[in-house]
C-alpha cells in the first residue's frame, strides 16, 4: 500500500442517486467500480499528499468508531483501491 | 421521376420510413423484415416527410440502394446484398436518429401477463432463445437486439424479425414453432465477405406489442450448458446498471451510460442474474419468480 496514495487520472465517477452507491469508471478500458459513500470519500481524499492517517484524522469527526478500528478500516479500505488499481503511489 | 412499382411506410419508433423500389427486386424480402412495424397510412398522391429514407433501383445488371437524397449508398449484383445492405442502413440510421431520446440496449424484450421482461447480454447470452421461449408461451413481442429505453422509463417496441443463419434452432424444434401458429418464416440470401452465399433466416412472432411500457424486470442471462436447467438470483441495481452501461449500442461513454441508465429506469425494476441450460426451463421459473 502506497503511503501518499494517489486517485488515478481518468477516472469518472456518477453518483447512483437513492441508492448510497457512488460507480466509477475508468475512462481508459471502461471497467466500472461501485463504492458506499465512505469509501467513495476515502478515494476522493486519495491526493497523493495524506497519509493513511491523515485521512482518518478528516473522517474521524464525522465517524463514531474508535480511531485504531478506523484506522484499520481505512487501510484496509486503501489496499484494495491499490490492488484494482484506483490508486497509485504519488 | 415515374411512380416507384413498390413503396411500404413503416412506423419506426416513432419515426416515419419510407422505402420504395423501381422494380421487383428486393420488395418481398425487405417486406418481409419490415411487416412486423406499424403501417403508416398515407394518400396517394401527397408529399410525405419521413425521418429515413430509402430507394431500390436497378441500373442495367446491378441493384442500387440509394439514401433519402438520391445519393448512392451501396450497389450489387444480386438483390440479397441490398438487402443486407439496407438492413445495416437501417438499423444505423435509426440508432443515430433516436439518440439522445431513446437509449439502445442489447437486449430483447417481451411482455409476459402485463409485464415487461427484457433479456440482456452480449452476443451468446442466451437473449434471442430466452424471447423465443416466452413467445412460445404466448408472450407478446417488443424486440430482439434494440431494446430502446425513453426518458420515463418506458421501452418502446422495435419488432425486428428474430434472425439465424442457420435453419434448424439449436434449441427449438422448427417445425414445431411453424406448427404451433405463433411463428412465420422469411428468408433472404445475401452474400458473404467469403464470396459464399448464406441465408438469413427470419421469424416474425404472430403476437407484437405495439405500446410502450414501464421497463418490470431485467435480466442478465448466462447460457451454460453444464448449469443446471435454470437458476436466477436476484440483482442489486448498481451492479446491474454497471452491466447494462456496457450494453449501451449508441456511442456515449460508460459513465453517461450508467447515469442515463439510473435516471431512466423505474426504481420499482428488479434485475436478476439467470444462469440457464434450457430456455424453457428458464421462462417457466421467470414466470413462478414474478
Redesign the interface.
Known amino acids: 500500500m502506497p503511503d501518499r496514495p494517489k486517485k488515478i487520472d481518468g477516472l ?3 453518483e ?4 448510497d ?1 457512488v ?1 466509477y ?1 475508468r ?1 481508459d478500458d ?1 471497467s ?1 467500480f ?1 463504492l458506499n459513500p465512505t469509501a467513495s470519500v476515502i478515494l476522493d481524499l486519495c491526493n497523493g499528499q495524506r497519509t493513511c492517517e491523515d485521512i482518518m484524522l478528516t473522517l474521524q469527526e464525522d465517524l463514531t468508531v474508535e480511531k485504531e478500528q478506523l484506522l484499520k478500516d481505512i487501510e484496509a479500505i486503501l489496499t484494495e483501491f491499490n490492488e484494482y488499481g484506483l490508486t497509485t503511489s504519488s | 421521376m415515374a411512380a416507384p412499382y413498390w413503396s411500404l411506410h413503416k412506423v419506426v419508433a416513432g419515426m416515419q420510413l419510407h422505402i420504395d423500389g423501381s422494380s421487383l427486386d428486393c420488395r418481398d424480402e425487405i417486406t418481409a423484415l419490415l411487416s412486423l412495424f406499424p403501417d403508416r397510412f398515407v394518400r396517394v398522391g401527397t408529399k410525405t416527410s419521413n425521418d429515413m429514407c430509402f430507394h431500390v433501383r436497378r441500373s442495367g445488371e446491378k441493384v442500387l440502394l440509394l439514401d433519402d437524397k438520391q445519393q448512392l449508398y451501396c450497389t450489387a449484383d444480386h438483390s440479397g446484398d441490398i438487402v443486407a445492405a439496407f438492413e445495416w442502413a437501417f438499423y444505423k440510421h435509426t440508432l443515430d436518429a433516436i439518440n439522445p431520446e431513446l437509449l439502445s440496449i442489447h437486449a430483447s424484450t417481451v411482455k409476459v401477463d402485463q409485464r415487461l421482461i427484457t433479456f440482456a447480454g452480449i452476443s451468446g447470452a442466451g437473449k434471442s432463445s430466452l424471447c423465443t421461449a416466452a413467445l412460445l408461451q404466448y408472450a407478446h413481442y417488443l424486440t430482439d437486439e434494440f431494446t430502446l429505453l425513453d426518458e420515463s422509463g418506458c421501452i418502446v417496441p422495435f419488432p425486428r424479425p428474430l434472425q439465424w443463419g442457420i435453419e434448424k434452432h439449436p434449441a427449438f424444434d422448427t417445425h414445431a414453432m411453424l406448427a404451433s401458429g405463433l411463428f412465420t418464416r422469411a428468408f433472404y440470401d445475401f452474400t458473404h465477405q467469403h464470396g459464399d452465399t448464406l441465408r438469413s433466416w427470419l421469424w416474425l412472432p404472430k403476437h407484437i406489442e405495439g405500446n410502450r411500457q414501464p421497463a418490470d424486470i431485467m435480466i442478465l442471462p448466462r447460457y451454460d450448458p453444464h448449469a443446471p436447467t435454470a437458476d436466477i438470483q436476484p440483482l442489486r441495481r448498481g451492479q446491474a446498471i454497471i452491466e447494462l452501461a456496457h450494453l449501451i449500442q449508441q456511442p456515449i461513454s460508460i459513465a453517461t451510460s450508467v447515469k442515463e441508465l439510473h435516471r431512466r429506469l423505474p426504481r420499482k425494476t428488479l434485475f436478476y442474474r439467470l444462469h440457464f441450460s434450457s430456455a424453457k426451463a428458464a421462462i417457466f421459473l421467470l414466470i413462478e419468480t414474478n
Open positions: 469518472e465517477s456518477e447512483l442517486e437513492g441508492l452507491e460507480v469508471v475512462r471502461g466500472c461501485s
